[in-house]
């Protein structure tokens, strides 16, 4: 046996190079599954936010004037707005909105020095981001407000029905119409 063969850096098991792909593979699943079992419950964490899932969707309803069901989205809109705003705004915005009628809503607001958690919560649902520049973080795209608020409009990139391109849009008027 020569001595370049018997060096360690040469050989060929999978001692030598680490892991087999089975191994790596098992290593990973295990992790994966790992962080599964301890990653907290959608509800367990919609618990700890500062309103609440069904309170903070009452709110962004009344403040984005327009009905708001997505769960999900908003559990990760006040994840991320968390930080921004104290515990007594968030709970303070949502009891002045509470039961105000959609025409008081700016008014109840402007008066109440909490435009800038209801321009955050608004700007979260209608952009599906948070946060400006490199410190932006996209939380929906598909499901921000802003397409749904056009009427016709969809994200680039989703797809409708084949042809549905080719029909003028409902709420589009022609130019003959404004005579």
């Known amino acids: 046996m020569s001595q370049c ?5 040469l050989s060929t098991g999978a001692d030598a190079t680490g892991p087999n792909r089975r191994e790596l593979l098992a290593k990973v699943l295990a ?9 907290p ?6 618990a700890v936010l500062p309103l609440g ?13 327009m009905q708001i069901n997505d769960e999900a989205l908003a559990d990760a809109i ?14 303070h915005i949502a009891d002045i909105l509470v039961s ?42 598909e499901d921000a407000l802003a397409w749904a608020a056009t009427g016709y409009a969809k994200a680039p990139g ?4 084949f042809g549905e391109w080719t029909a003028k849009p409902a709420s589009a008027s022609d130019p003959g119409d404004q005579q």
């Open 158 to 161: 989703t797809c409708g029905e």
């Open 31 to 39: 992790l994966a599954l790992a962080d599964a079992m301890f990653w």
């Open 100 to 141: 105000a009628s959609p025409q008081d809503v700016d008014r109840l607001i402007s008066h109440s020095g909490l435009r800038e958690i209801a321009k955050s919560i608004v700007s979260a649902w209608y952009s599906g981001q948070v946060g400006v520049g490199e410190s932006a973080h996209v939380l929906a795209y």
């Open 53 to 65: 899932r069904d309170r903070f969707l009452a709110l962004s309803t009344k403040l984005c004037a």
């Open 41 to 46: 419950a959608s509800d367990a964490a919609a």
């Open 5 to 9: 063969s018997a060096t360690p850096a």
């Open 78 to 91: 006040q994840n991320a707005l968390i930080g921004r705003f104290a515990a007594n705004e968030w709970n």
